[in-house]
């Protein structure tokens, strides 16, 4: 069934909308996938903050023409799945990870930050930390000499105290 030029203009703004944000893009063959498996594909994306939708492959072409995602225009061939997210870790886990369970689910290309990504370099990407992972090393970082400063000087006061009940101590048993 056809889209009517409204619907596809509806299309267009919601890609467009959604691509403006974007920071990396994997496009991935879904050809062999049942309706099941494509349904717990946009759960775990959806859970991780990845935009994922089959567009069809001309209205694709025309949302990313003049954008950081216009190196992925020769790899909308055949029944492609276009995901999308601000975080470029997330979309490499998720689409690889997939990738990873299914057979007939095969990652082709990406792109991030106007740079093209082959299918190595989505998997090399899908193994560095997340974003959550990375902010909280960095919070343990900057927390640590604060948190050694306030036990350092917590210990002060502790070993007055220690040191007051040990005398009050010996006197009670002399």
Do not use: H
């Amino acid at each position: 069934m056809s889209l009517s030029i409204e619907q596809k203009k509806a299309v267009v703004r919601n890609v467009s909308d959604v691509l403006a944000s974007a920071r990396a893009g994997v496009l991935a063959e879904y050809r062999g996938l049942n309706v099941r498996q494509l349904t717990a594909l946009r759960r775990d994306a959806r859970s991780s903050g990845v935009w994922v939708r089959v567009v069809k492959n001309s209205l694709a072409k025309r949302v990313i023409r003049d954008s950081e995602f216009d190196c992925l225009a020769d790899y909308f061939v055949g029944p492609v799945l276009f995901s999308l997210s601000e975080d470029p870790v997330a979309v490499a886990k998720v689409m690889a990870g997939f990738e990873k369970d299914y057979e007939n689910f095969r990652i082709t290309a990406g792109a991030m930050n106007g740079a093209f990504m082959d299918q190595s370099m989505i998997q090399r990407l899908s193994k560095l930390p997340g974003r959550d992972e990375l902010l909280a090393r960095l919070v343990g970082t900057v927390n640590a000499p604060v948190q050694k400063l306030v036990l350092t000087l917590n210990e002060v006061p502790a070993r007055l105290v220690r040191t007051l009940a040990a005398v009050a101590e010996s006197r009670e048993a002399a």
